[in-house]
């Protein structure tokens, strides 16, 4: 590795590439970047740039912008949590049992990535909808999720779930099951072992899965939009606020909520790299 | 990982002029403009209107080929109306657009793709059919819904999309204004009340007018959806025989508007044809065509040979009661509007 490399030799030189062509590589990815991310994103703060101080004021004190915005994060947030927990399950799944249809099971992980989101949306309302599958048994016993905030958690907990199991699979496979073995026979019951030894060596992968399921959650609209049931100030997203500004040709309103949303979203997840940077250089040094 | 010091600059400085030299490089392959084609028309539309619009490009089409002895090919494209007038706004080449309101043509003319006053070029407020808004309730009508003061009894669930999303869903707000200030002499707070109650008995407000008639017919939500009456008789006919129409006494005139973009028609020279494509709207032969789909003709003949096939109901419109649509916007749907202010006393 190279930072062992830069470890060994004390203060780090450049290393040698073995591979020449840092210029032209750095210059597609600057441009690639440039026209993919960067200058739609500039674009974006730029049109916000054109609102006043009292626009602004006046847009996050609607408390139907706020609350759609407590709902899109405490919501994505909630969502990546259950994905952390059962997408590690079924990480572990897939990954230390054979089974038949292992496969099979393997590939329907991804379907949520491939599946138009409107298609989703339908089919999950379809399901959870008072008179559907899943809704008409929940409905005897009160619980309502179609058209509720509920609903639109499990649109979010569907939508993340390969997120964490795809970033959690590789880093699994590696772990050695000796590992465990190990200790198990140090006197480590299931749980310490669990905790001690096996989380700590899947935290980074977990935590960055939890990351990207939670940053999709918070920007999907289309599978959310149908089984919301779009109540002002209950199960309104964030993003159907920016269609609503949209469908007033406040172009500037809208973007300004995107521009909110984005620096909220950046500022998470920084902390969540930081996070994993620090706890990173804890085991380092422990 | 770029570390900023030494020489790292300079490669940093090759890195970014190889960039550009691509950039350059890609732009110029980049073909000119295409030349414009007059063999085209495009007519940007709102949703419920897809099958109307098949079956009247496909007679249009027929009928220029023999008038003008050219091909033809109309193009259509539909979506939520105010979607689609932004996104002729944005760009895309409408030769002519046939929405949902006034108000997103407006939006268009504020934006100097057409002229501000488009709506009086073409006969009839530019509109070359009418619905209205009327109820679609559950076969046998279990609820007794008969007019609008049944949908504010307690118990009755109604759906209705999110006006501030859908435009179907601003005609069903306004038809249930337009009809409590009938009731009680123009009285707003009285109005305010009733559409407020009203709203208390909608459990779900979709994004769009579709997504409500699906919640409605297939989700088995709601006693009763305020809906489009062309798609209304749509849902009769696509969801079989589980729902009755209920006409109200009295409904709003929808009028969904039509226009050509000038300055589209200028540039692509189309001007011509996109005109004749809107006139023929209004002659008999496609006002049947309209009638087929259970829009309201305007030709006073054609309406009379298919009028048996409509419930009568006294309508008013939104010009009389509202001074017009984006009036009637302003006040009720903008932020702070009206229909916020109703969800906000909660």
Known sequence: ?286 | MIRFIDDEWLRLGGAVLFAAAFAAGVATLIPGAQAAESKTLLNVSYDPTRELYQQVNAAFTKQWKAKAGDELKINQSHGGSGKQARSVIDGLEADVVTLALAYDIDAIAARGLLDKEWQKKLSYNSAPYTSTIVFLVRKGNPKQIKDWDDLVKPGVSVITPNPKTSGGARWNHLAAWGYALNKWNGDEGKALDFVSQLYKNVPVLDSGARGATITFAQRGLGDVLLAWENEAYLALDEFGGGFEIVTPSISILAEPPVAVVDKVVDRRGTRAVAEAYLQYLYTPEAQQIIAKNHYRPRDPEVWKAVQKGFSPVKLFTIDDVFGGWTKAQNTHFADGGVFDKIFAKK
């Open chain 1, 1 to 286: 590795m190279a930072a062992n490399a830069a470890i060994i030799g004390g203060r780090p030189r450049a290393p040698r590439r073995v591979i020449p062509g840092f210029g032209p590589t750095l210059g597609f990815t600057l441009l690639y970047l440039s026209a993919i991310v960067l200058i739609p994103l500039a674009a974006l703060f730029l049109k916000a740039a054109g609102m006043g101080w009292d626009q602004w004021v006046a847009t996050f004190t609607d408390w139907r912008v706020l609350a759609s915005l407590r709902l899109s994060f405490g919501g994505s947030a909630i969502a990546a949590l259950v994905n952390a927990v059962f997408g590690l399950l079924v990480a572990w799944v897939l990954v230390r049992y054979d089974f038949p249809g292992r496969k099979l099971v393997d590939a329907m992980v991804d379907l949520p990535f491939a599946l138009p989101t409107a298609v989703a949306g339908i089919a999950l309302t379809a399901l959870y909808a008072p008179n559907g599958w899943i809704g008409s048994l929940l409905e005897p016993l009160g619980i309502k999720v179609a058209f509720t905030p509920l609903g639109v958690i499990v649109a979010m907990v569907f939508i993340g779930l390969p997120f964490v199991v795809r970033t959690v699979e590789p880093v699994l496979a590696d772990l050695d099951a000796e590992l465990e073995e190990a200790a198990a026979s140090l006197g480590a019951d299931r749980v310490q072992t669990f905790v001690r030894v096996i989380l700590p060596a899947l935290g980074p992968a977990l935590l960055t899965g939890f990351a990207l399921a939670f940053a999709r959650a918070v920007g999907e609209y289309g599978s959310i939009i149908f089984i919301a049931g779009n109540m002002p100030g209950i199960s309104e997203i964030a993003p159907l606020m920016i269609v609503t500004k949209l469908e007033q040709f406040d172009y500037v309103g809208a973007t300004a909520i995107a521009v909110v949303m984005l620096v909220v979203s950046f500022v998470l997840l920084l902390a969540i790299n930081a996070l994993q940077k620090w706890r990173h250089a804890r085991l380092r040094g422990g």
